[in-house]
């Protein structure tokens, strides 16, 4: 019982430091923006069969979606290590998906193009959390609401 007991701790430490370390970088943008530089890293060199019939992606424009394949996974351990390049990063991610369309292979068969323009789209969007709970804006309760319509002696 020790034994599993002291892998549980371990496991919910280790289950609680990712969750920390998740929540101060754009993590959802960078792991859309690695699942957007494989498939068009992968499909101009993959060869796939259906059933008897060979089917080659492979074209003039395969160095192309290397280079836009690996700047992708850059980019994306970029996000996650330095996130103050969040919105350049970004920027960069949705506009290398957009040219990964025409040069690509449909941008990965287009899986590499909407999750590329989903993860440029989060990291754009994210922000980094401060070390302050949420202000809550003051309130006024000592005024009373004016009907409207109502003349209050102003002239």
């Not at 990712?18 to 060869?47: D, K, M, Q, S, V």
């Not at 351990?77 to 969040?86: A, I, N, Y």
């Amino acid at each position: 019982m020790g034994r599993c007991e002291n892998l549980r701790v371990a496991a919910a430490g280790a289950r609680r430091g990712f969750r920390t370390w998740r929540g101060e970088r754009p993590f959802w943008a960078g792991l859309f923006t690695l699942a957007a530089g494989f498939p068009i890293l992968y499909f101009p060199y993959a060869h796939l069969n259906f059933g008897a019939i060979p089917l080659a992606l492979s074209t003039s424009a395969g160095a192309g979606s290397l280079i836009i394949g690996v700047l992708l996974v850059v980019l994306a351990l970029s996000l996650w290590f330095q996130q103050q390049t969040r919105v350049f990063a970004g920027i960069t991610v949705i506009l290398l998906a957009l040219v990964s369309f025409p040069v690509a292979n449909f941008g990965g068969l287009l899986i590499g193009l909407v999750s590329g323009l989903i993860g440029g789209s989060l990291a754009c969007a994210w922000v980094p959390p401060t070390g302050d709970p949420e202000a809550q804006p003051a309130v006024n309760r000592a005024s009373t609401p004016v009907p409207v319509g109502e003349d209050h002696g102003e002239r």
